[in-house]
C-alpha cells in the first residue's frame, strides 16, 4: 500500500522557517521523482520543487527564488523541504507526490502518488 506522509507544517510568523517531511513507503521511492506542491484557499494547485531520483537535479516553481530547497534521502524514504522567509502568501496545505514516469515534474497530473497535506499557515 503505498503512502505518502507529510508533516512538519504549522503556524509561524511571518519571515521564519519550517522544514516539511514527507515519509514514503509501498513504492521503489529511488525510482520516483518527488516534488512538492501546494494549494493556497480558493486558488489552483501550485507547482513549488521536485528532486530527481538520485537528487542530482532539482526544479522549483518561478516564485521560489531561492526560499526553499528540496531535498531527498533514500536510505530513509524521505523528501524534505525547507522553506525560508515565508510570508503570508507563502500559507497554503503543501502536498508531497511521487512521479514514477518523471515526464514532466512540474505538472501535478504527471504524478502517481499524493500525500494528504499538511497545512502551512504565515502570520503577518
Known amino acids: 500500500q503505498v503512502q505518502l506522509v507529510e508533516s512538519g507544517g504549522g503556524l509561524v510568523q511571518a519571515g521564519g522557517s519550517l522544514r516539511l517531511s514527507c515519509a514514503a513507503s509501498g513504492f521503489t521511492f529511488g525510482a520516483a521523482v518527488m516534488g512538492w506542491f501546494r494549494q493556497a484557499p480558493g486558488k489552483e494547485r501550485e507547482f513549488v520543487a521536485a528532486v530527481t531520483r538520485s537528487a542530482y537535479s532539482t526544479f522549483y516553481g518561478d516564485f521560489v527564488k531561492g526560499q526553499f530547497t528540496i531535498s531527498r534521502d533514500n536510505a530513509k524514504n524521505m523528501v524534505y523541504l525547507q522553506m525560508n522567509s515565508l510570508k503570508p502568501e507563502d500559507t497554503a496545505v503543501y502536498y508531497c507526490?511521487?512521479?514514477?514516469?518523471?515526464?514532466?515534474?512540474?505538472?501535478?497530473?504527471?504524478?502517481?502518488?499524493w500525500g494528504k497535506g499538511t497545512l502551512v499557515t504565515v502570520s503577518s
Open positions: 507526490a511521487a512521479d514514477l514516469t518523471a515526464s514532466n515534474v512540474r505538472r501535478g497530473t504527471e504524478y502517481d502518488y
